[in-house]
């Protein structure tokens, strides 16, 4: 065989190479702190604050070199809003990046609120997550406003404040890559990226006490103790895990990616659970959130809602490795239709039409 045609055989052979995904599928940490901020629609002002976020490794390496088996990691999510401010014209766009969209039900709302940008921040040491917070706040300064800020903690064997163990269903290995990565397949100019969704939720936990053990169960799906799924025959069809199992037309079983955290402040009595969810597909997330507020069929929702409440709702999508790291070398010059404006105000919120 010519040399050449041998190398060209040996090329077909090679399998096509996955961009490098930020840290998504980082096993569960300690500590983890979610930060939503919107960007001042002055122009040099978002063009800092895409410099920090496009250098986002390098404030990782710093704060993490200082105790380097506590796995610190951010992942930086951007906005619908933000997206297209930062983005050439004319430059491909993730298929499925949109606004949060509300989901209004009889009884329950899920709102969409705020969001240039997510940073979720997670460490096995809560330290690491304060400064790395500390030092990232510092370096986006006055060019932002935060929307919120929640820290999250891991409560004992991975549980939530109701007392049930949380992502007992999350995919692992092969399966977490498939839920949560979009690969060449599903969008090629986007491979190795991810959607990401959060909510922070609060618990009235006295409404939640004054339920039995065997009527909670029934609400979640679960058993309390020793986290078993109940069995079909008594499986309430409005618990949460019946309208959180999502089966497409083929009959599979569809996933996400959470990586829920307990978060509160008993001396103010606020205290809940701060939702996240990594999708290839965020339609999933949505059909989810639909089962969830609206009920399936409608009217059959999550009985979970009666005693906690949805208060905030964002989406983002998530660059590869590389594209995150070339936002600042991509971002327009300002130009007549970017010019800044008087005042550095937040962009307006992400909010469904």
């Known amino acids: 065989m010519p040399l050449d045609a041998q190398q060209s055989s040996q090329s077909a052979q090679v399998p096509f190479e996955q961009p490098e995904s930020q840290a998504i599928l980082t096993p569960l940490t300690t500590s983890a702190a979610f930060l939503v901020v919107t960007v001042c629609e002055d122009h040099a002002a978002c063009a ?22 506590a796995d610190l990691s951010c992942v930086v999510g951007i906005g619908s809003h933000l997206w297209d401010r930062i983005r050439p014209t004319g430059a491909p766009r993730p298929a499925q990046l949109h606004p949060f969209r509300p989901v209004t039900g009889a009884r329950h709302d899920a709102p969409s609120t ?13 330290d690491l997550v304060f400064e790395f917070t500390r030092v990232l706040m510092d370096a986006l300064g006055e060019d932002v406003h935060v929307e919120d800020h929640v820290t999250g903690l891991r409560y004992f064997d991975s549980r939530d404040l ?29 491979a190795g990226g991810s959607y990401v969704m959060v909510q922070k939720y609060l618990h009235d936990m006295a409404a939640w006490a004054a339920l039995s053990t065997e009527e909670q169960e029934r609400v979640i799906g679960r058993t309390k103790l020793e986290d078993i799924e109940l069995d079909e025959e008594v499986m309430p069809t ?10 497409d037309e083929g009959g599979n ?33 949505e059909q989810m959130l ?13 009985r979970i809602l009666d005693v906690s409440d949805a208060v905030t709702g964002s989406q983002y999508f998530v660059p590869a490795l590389d594209m995150l790291e070339s936002l600042a070398e991509e971002m327009p010059t300002v130009t007549a239709a970017h010019a800044p404006s008087d005042s550095a105000t937040p962009s307006p919120a992400d909010t469904q039409e």
Do not use: C, K, W
């Open 238 to 247: 409005n618990s949460h895990v019946s309208l959180n199992t999502i089966v």
């Open 114 to 126: 705020p969001g240039d940008i997510l940073f979720h921040i997670r460490a096995n040491r809560a």
């Open 162 to 190: 109701l007392g049930f163990v949380d992502g007992t269903e999350n995919p692992t290995g092969r399966g977490a890559a498939s839920a949560a990565v979009i690969s060449s397949l599903q969008e090629p100019d986007f």
């Open 290 to 302: 639909d089962n969830m507020f609206i009920g399936n069929p409608p009217g059959n929702y999550d």
């Open 253 to 285: 079983e569809r996933d996400i990616l959470r990586d829920n955290m307990a978060f509160g402040d008993p001396s103010r009595g606020e205290m809940g659970t701060y939702y996240i969810a990594y999708a290839s597909d965020p339609s999933v997330t």
């Open 48 to 69: 800092r604050v895409v410099d920090t976020v496009s250098d986002i490794g390098a404030l990782v390496r710093a704060v993490g070199f200082r105790e380097p088996t």
